[in-house]
């Protein structure tokens, strides 16, 4: 049994109100819901929530869901959706503030042993990154670090798969110029 039909057997068993298989559903998809969480919002204790937020969501609404196979792209959604509604909060919270201190957004990169060399390259991709819209750069932290295709993208994120593909298209172009202004 591949992973695919594996999960929709859980799903339909943690539908009948197997808890087990929907601690299996967790275990299997945890990794990929922490990552795309965690360079959505660039803060591991946001990440977390938000990814608990989302499980809780889930498990609380898996009636609601229609078909088995569905699963992953809806839970993706789900976390798409609060860490949308988390950046909107924030942004809220940081406009009453009367100090805006600077965000660290990118995870350490690996260096080598070159602290000096990791920082720099820490720096180069948080600023190329920068240049790119909230949309584009869940699409990229998704095609990058959750490894998904255009299809399961484009269902996560309720968009059309040519047009993932356009857009992941055109923010390696805007990070590459960026990235091409600085070497």
């Known amino acids: 049994m591949d992973e695919k039909e594996r999960m929709k057997a859980l799903v339909s068993q943690a539908r009948m109100g197997d808890a087990h298989s929907f601690a299996a559903l967790y275990e299997m998809l945890y990794q990929d819901l922490y990552r795309a969480a965690l360079y959505t919002l660039g803060n591991p204790d946001d990440a977390e929530n938000v990814v608990s937020d989302t499980v809780m969501d889930a498990y609380s609404g898996l009636t609601k869901l229609r078909d088995d196979s569905a699963f992953r792209g809806w839970i993706f959604k789900i976390l798409d959706n609060k860490c949308k509604r988390y950046l909107k909060d924030y942004v809220r919270r940081r406009e009453t503030q009367s100090a805006v201190p600077v965000e660290d957004m990118a995870e350490t990169l690996p ?73």
Do not use: C, H, P, W
């Open 111 to 183: 260096t080598n042993g070159n602290v000096i060399q990791g920082a720099e390259n820490r720096t180069m991709i948080q600023d190329a990154f920068s240049v790119l819209n909230e949309e584009e750069k869940r699409i990229v932290t998704m095609t990058v670090y959750g490894q998904y295709d255009s299809g399961e993208i484009a269902t996560m994120m309720g968009i059309n798969r040519n047009t993932v593909r356009s857009k992941y298209s055109r923010a390696l172009l805007k990070m590459r110029n960026r990235l091409g202004g600085q070497a």
